[in-house]
């Protein structure tokens, strides 16, 4: 059975840092691209960033330069590392792997973890 877990969320304030963790088991985690899209009340949920299997990474344009993604194979984990946060960043942020590579779609996401709130004041 595979599982997601998300963890890290909580509340930062304005040009704060953050740093979410996403623990994988159940799969072999290697193979997979793994992603963040968050989604915030009444909206979408949206992309966030993507790694590849190899370590490719992607991003948003909203959170490019100030967020970075990283994997560790040999954990099974994930990190999405924020920096200079801003209000609108506030949401639910879900980790999700996939083994069709990385993709803006999250209907094209095999497997989800439970989301962590993340919310920044100001």
């Known amino acids: 059975q595979v599982q997601l877990v998300g963890s890290g969320g909580g509340l930062v304030q304005v040009g704060g840092s953050l740093s979410l963790s996403c623990a994988a088991s159940g799969l072999t985690f290697s193979s997979y691209a793994m992603a963040w899209f968050r989604q915030a009340p009444g909206k979408e949920r949206e992309f966030v960033s993507g790694?590849?299997?190899?370590?490719?990474?992607y991003y948003a344009d909203s959170v490019k330069g100030r967020f970075t993604a990283s994997r560790e194979n040999t954990k099974n984990t994930m990190t999405l590392q924020m920096n200079s946060v801003k209000p609108e960043d506030t949401a639910v942020y879900y980790c999700?792997?996939?083994?069709?590579?990385?993709?803006?779609?999250?209907?094209?996401?095999?497997?989800w973890g439970q989301g962590t709130q993340v919310t920044v004041s100001s």
């Open positions: 999700a792997a996939g083994g069709r590579g990385v993709q803006y779609d999250p209907r094209n996401w095999d497997y």
């Open positions: 790694i590849s299997w190899r370590g490719n990474t």
